[in-house]
């Protein structure tokens, strides 16, 4: 098994749903704090948090989330 070394903090971690929404809000926002305290940069994808049907947003605005969080060159 190969591990990849963990992220420096400093780093930025990008936060997207590309299939189904997390299951409470409260929980994505704690991991977020979490994160920020010790030392991380954090983005959270626009819709990250939304919910259509059985999903986190519709099928363009998770697809559009995971492009845009790839193609940041800001988040380096």
């Keep these: 098994m190969i591990v990849a070394p963990a992220a420096p903090p400093g780093s930025t971690i990008g936060v997207v749903t590309p299939a189904t929404p997390a299951p409470r809000r409260s929980e994505v926002l704690r991991g977020i704090e979490w994160w920020e305290e010790n ?3 954090v983005k959270l994808a626009p819709n990250a948090l939304e919910r259509w049907r059985d999903f986190a947003g ?4 998770r697809a559009r989330d995971l492009q845009e969080l790839f193609a940041d060159r800001r988040s380096t």
């Design 58 to 61: 519709t099928p363009e605005q």
């Design 39 to 41: 030392g991380y940069r």
